[in-house]
């Protein structure tokens, strides 16, 4: 990929999703299994806000009611059995899409099945079947929030990898999906031109495509 590539692609940003209005140019939560799961969850079909408001807040509760790091899935999942507890402290009474159940009580559901596979950590997570299994089988969930909580701990899976060469496919005006490859080099490079890491740029690109390809499925 060329020099005139690159420029094609941070035109693109520049237009569709900068970053003085964009809200994901972060590195989503690395390291922060727990932080993840609740993204994932309480960012589906609601508005992601600021620190005080939205998905933040509720992170911020669990953090300031935790007072440790946010890496230990036994906490969420300690509350499997009684989820008003955990609703009380996020003060959030959001419902997975499908209205099967509260966010809250979906959130310490997947915890608890994570955990008996052995994924307490954010070192322990791996795009395998069994882990998949147990986020996606949870009533209200489905594969992109499987996807969304990896993305924010920087797991890839070849879902995120698809959903970022089809954006460099757009950004470029190609006939065809870049590759993996074609599509990690040019992350990179972009990457350094706008100072952030290549995991913050590949955060802010899946979450414009996710909305693009919600808004598309709304028509």
């Not at 990929?1 to 994901?24: G, Q, Y």
């Not at 989820?83 to 419902?95: D, H, K």
């Not at 959903?163 to 870049?178: N, T, Y």
Request: net charge negative; aromatic share 6%.
């Amino acid at each position: 990929m060329s020099t005139a590539h690159i420029r094609a692609l941070l035109d693109h940003i520049d237009a569709e999703l900068p970053r003085e209005s964009w809200p994901h140019w972060t590195e989503g939560w690395p390291q922060e299994i727990e932080a993840a799961l609740l993204d994932a969850a309480f960012s589906a079909r609601a508005t992601y806000g600021t620190p005080a408001t939205g998905v933040r807040a509720v992170i911020t509760r669990w953090r300031d009611h935790r007072a440790a790091p946010l890496d230990d899935l036994t906490a969420l999942a300690a509350y499997a059995d009684e989820p008003e507890g955990l609703l009380t402290v996020l003060n959030n009474r959001q419902r997975v899409p499908g209205n099967y159940t509260t966010k809250a009580e979906a959130v310490a559901t997947a915890a608890r099945s994570l955990t008996e596979l052995g994924c307490t950590t954010s070192a322990d997570l791996r795009d395998d079947d069994a882990q998949r299994s147990a986020v996606v089988a949870v009533p209200g969930f489905g594969a992109a929030t499987w996807e969304c909580f990896a993305m924010q701990l920087g797991v890839p899976t070849t879902a995120s990898r698809a959903v970022v060469c089809d954006f460099i496919a757009e950004a470029l005006d190609l006939e065809s999906p870049a590759t993996t490859t074609q599509a990690e080099d040019l992350v990179a490079a972009a990457a350094a031109r706008l100072e952030v890491t290549a995991t913050t740029f590949t955060h802010a690109i899946w979450r414009y495509q996710r909305r693009q390809q919600r808004a598309a499925g709304a028509r």
